[in-house]
Structure formats: structure tokens, C-alpha cells
């Protein structure tokens, strides 16, 4: 049993079954409660179900502060407390797999040994989702590279690359949840109207504009984080007007999504990529 939490500062602890800072107890990465949302008319029994909805996650950790002297005992415990600190927002990284938390409360036990005091330490998890460290990235439509080093170029000539050869592409999202993405268009020239298309449930993201060669424009979908930006170089521009009314800022499913690009000019010419994190319902 062994986790890390890194606060907003960069600051980090790591808590596993041996010096200095012993866990014995982790409690509320598996288990999750959701809201019930019902409707009950007169002399109805029962009732109607309307919705459901996971509730923030509660997170409890327990252990021990082990030092061979009271004053060592105590130098790690205002370190323990200065990362555990309730002002900062902070990761919790367990089981390759992290979640954003924020300090509810975090403390010493009463203890007559002073150099093994005993750590109790609340967070709670707005988002009660675990999600993967690194992101995973899907190519849509990309040049793929047809040489390596060595490099001996024939007489005849060669190609250096290879455009990919369908507009389709599956993406297996292997989280429990829907989540939100990352979709990149980048021009490779002139690009009028990009789109990327859910086959699956027809939803789409249409950007109506002309991208010349070097834009780039970013759709995220994540609940709560939904926005279009424009990249210039490191200028960044929102650029929501640009999108189509029509356009459903859709989520990736658990499982397998058919995924299909296109553009009203030079298809050809486009370059997409989607960039997400799987979500688990515990660890």
C-alpha cells in the first residue's frame, strides 16, 4: 500500500508501510455514493425514477509518523502538515491512478509516544473520478514517417512519409465513465469548415472558418471546462464564435467510439487529435 499527494505547489509526500511515514489505513478509493433524483404522485406507490448522480468522494487516510527522536518526530510533522495544508488544492496519485482533492481537515492524534504520533488525514474529491496519469492521444489524420536511421536514399527516390488512408477511426475508451476530450485541428494549408463527427450517435464539432497553414484550434469538451481556442504560436485566442450552432460539445463513451473527420476544402490537408483521460469508478 503506497500513495503520493502533490499539493498546488508542487510540494509532495509519499505515505507507504515503512519509515517515515507509515499508512495503515486508506479508505474511500472503491466505494462511492450517488443521489437518487425521484418523483412520487399522490397515492402512487413507489415512485418515478428521474436521474442519479455520484457524490463528491471522501478519502481517509490513516498511519503513523515513525522518527527515532522527539524533535525528529516533530520536524516531520510540520512537514506533514505543510503539504497537507487545507489552502491548496492537491493530486492524490494511488494505484497509477490520480484524482484532484482538496484538504478537508488533516492532523495529530493525541499521543503519549511523542516520536510516533499518529496522522488522520480527510480529502474530499470534487470530481469523484479517478483518471489515468498521462493522458492518452489518438492520431486521426497524420503523415506517418517512412524512414529511419540509417537513412540510404535509392536513385529511384523514396517517400518520407504516408498520409493515413481513412478518414474513420475508432477510440477504445477504457474507463468506466464518459469523458470529456481534447480535439486538436491543425492546417497543414488551406482549410475551410474542420469537423469531427461521432458516427456513433451522429453528434459533431464544426468550426466554421478558413485555417491557413501553422493555425491550430483546440475543442474541449470536458463538463464544466467547455471552451475553443485559437494557437498562434503562444498566443492563445478564444475562439468559441467560430463554432456551429449545431455543433454538441459530445463526450467520449466507456468502450468504443467511431470517430470520423472531414472539412468542406482541403480535407487533405488537415491534421486531427484527440487527447483524453479514461475515468474509474475506484481503484
Not at 491543425?186 to 478558413?210: C, F, K, M, S
Request: contains cysteine; proline residues 4%; negative net charge.
Amino acid at each position: 500500500m503506497e500513495l503520493t499527494y502533490i499539493n498546488a505547489d508542487g510540494r509532495s509526500i509519499t505515505l507507504k508501510q515503512s519509515r517515515p511515514y507509515f499508512i495503515t489505513k486508506i479508505d474511500g478509493t472503491g466505494n462511492i455514493r450517488q443521489t437518487v433524483n425521484t418523483f412520487k404522485a399522490p397515492d402512487q406507490d413507489g415512485a418515478f425514477y428521474i436521474s442519479s448522480t455520484l457524490d463528491m468522494r471522501n478519502i481517509i487516510l490513516e498511519g503513523t509518523v515513525v522518527a527515532d527522536t522527539p524533535d525528529e518526530a516533530f520536524t516531520r510533522r510540520q512537514r506533514f502538515l505543510q503539504i497537507f495544508s487545507p489552502k491548496l488544492n492537491g493530486t492524490l496519485i494511488y494505484r497509477e491512478r490520480q484524482i484532484a482533492c482538496v484538504v478537508e481537515e488533516a492532523g495529530f492524534t493525541v499521543s503519549t509516544r511523542q516520536r510516533i504520533p499518529n496522522f488522520f488525514v480527510s480529502l474530499l474529491c470534487p470530481s469523484p473520478f479517478f483518471e489515468t496519469l498521462d493522458e492518452v492521444r489518438e492520431e486521426l489524420a497524420s503523415w506517418i514517417p517512412l524512414f529511419e536511421f540509417e537513412l540510404e536514399i535509392p536513385e529511384s527516390g523514396m517517400e518520407f512519409g504516408m498520409r493515413q488512408p481513412s478518414q474513420i477511426i475508432t477510440v477504445d475508451n477504457i474507463g468506466d465513465v464518459s469523458c470529456g476530450c481534447e480535439i486538436v485541428f491543425q492546417a497543414l494549408g488551406t482549410v475551410t469548415n474542420p469537423e469531427l463527427l461521432n458516427i456513433d450517435t451522429g453528434e459533431y464539432i464544426r468550426l466554421l472558418t478558413t485555417m491557413n497553414a501553422g493555425d491550430e484550434l483546440r475543442v474541449y469538451t470536458h463538463f464544466a471546462g467547455k471552451r475553443v481556442v485559437s494557437i498562434n504560436g503562444s498566443v492563445v485566442t478564444n475562439a468559441f464564435s467560430l463554432l456551429d450552432t449545431n455543433s454538441v460539445f459530445f463526450q467520449l463513451s466507456a468502450g468504443i467510439n467511431t470517430l470520423r473527420y472531414d472539412a468542406s476544402v482541403n480535407m487533405e490537408l488537415l491534421e486531427v487529435s484527440i487527447y483524453y483521460r479514461p475515468q474509474f469508478l475506484g481503484v
